[in-house]
Structure formats: C-alpha cells, structure tokens
C-alpha cells in the first residue's frame, strides 16, 4: 500500500504494509539511518525522532500513523548540524559507543522546545526512559544544560 509521510520537511511515497514500524521505514525505504534500532518494544528510546514536535519512539509506532504529520529525525533537527544541542553534544564530548546518541538527542531537543531552561529535576524526568548503555548520563544533562545556555531550542 502507497503511504505518503512527511519526513525532515520532505515527502516521501513508500509502498508499504501501513502497520510496519516506522524505524523500518526510516532506515530501510527512506535511506534515513541515523534513527537507530535498540529494543523493539519502545523501552530504550534509541530511535526517537519526533513526530508534530512530540518525541515518538518509531519501532513501535505504525507508518500509517505518521501519515499527515509532520517527521522530524536526527538528519532533519539541523541542516548544517548546529541546533544547540548538537553542537553541546560536541563540545562536552558526549558520546562513548554513540549507538542510543541521536535517541538521546532527538529526545533532548524535544524538552529544550518545551522548557528553555530545564532543571536537573526537569531533565531526569523527562530523559528517565531514554537509556545509555555506557552510563553517559552526567554528560547528557550538562549538554543539555549547555544547549539551553546557547539558546535551547532552535
């Protein structure tokens, strides 16, 4: 079946079941790879992006329920890689292995547009479900500290 789906301001027709996940049609039928695949049952949160500004985890969210709405993956948050939290991400060296990275980010930029300057408290709660195997946690709230500094949400 033909979807029609608004991604990074662009849209794409793709001939697909409308209950596949959304993560498969990112990464397979769009060639957008950098939405990641990490638990299957929207408990990791490594393949956030967001969906008319609300993060959405996409490996359980069916493609006909993007359809007439507005996708936003980590390749659409910046043309030029410089909305505030990536460039904060960057700068405090975040990253170890990288893998939940654009999860993580998609998610931080979600709660900068929501709340410019973010306590510790509003941080935790709302990056609580997104995990990091590598325990980066202390980086990602003072990048996202950081990205509120720089002007938050873009």
Do not use: F
């Given at each position: 079946?033909?979807?029609?789906?608004?991604?990074n301001?662009?849209?794409?027709t793709?001939?697909?079941e409308?209950?596949?996940?959304?993560?498969?049609v990112?990464?397979?039928?769009m060639?957008?790879?950098?939405?990641?695949?990490g638990?299957?049952?929207?408990?990791c949160?490594a393949?956030?992006?967001h969906?008319?500004?609300?993060?959405?985890?996409?490996c359980?969210?069916?493609?006909?329920?993007?359809?007439?709405?507005?996708?936003?993956?980590?390749?659409?948050?910046?043309?030029?890689?410089?909305?505030?939290?990536?460039?904060?991400w960057?700068?405090?060296?975040?990253?170890?292995?990288?893998?939940?990275q654009?999860?993580?980010?998609?998610?931080?930029?979600?709660?900068?547009a929501?709340?410019?300057r973010?306590?510790?408290?509003?941080?935790?709660?709302?990056?609580?479900?997104?995990?990091?195997?590598?325990?980066?946690?202390?980086?990602?709230?003072?990048?996202?500290?950081?990205?509120?500094?720089?002007?938050?949400?873009?």
């Amino acid at each position: 079946m033909a979807l029609t789906l608004n991604v990074n301001g662009k849209d794409y027709t793709v001939d697909v079941e409308p209950e596949t996940p959304l993560l498969w049609v990112l990464r397979d039928n769009m060639g957008l790879t950098g939405t990641k695949y990490g638990c299957g049952i929207a408990r990791c949160g490594a393949c956030t992006v967001h969906m008319d500004g609300q993060p959405t985890r996409t490996c359980n969210t069916q493609a006909a329920n993007a359809v007439g709405k507005k996708v936003i993956t980590i390749e659409g948050l910046s043309a030029d890689s410089k909305h505030p939290i990536q460039v904060a991400w960057v700068e405090l060296e975040v990253p170890q292995c990288g893998w939940c990275q654009s999860g993580q980010i998609m998610a931080a930029a979600a709660l900068l547009a929501k709340r410019p300057r973010p306590t510790d408290a509003d941080i935790d709660a709302e990056m609580e479900l997104n995990l990091c195997r590598c325990g980066t946690y202390q980086n990602i709230r003072a990048a996202i500290h950081r990205a509120a500094a720089l002007g938050g949400a873009r």
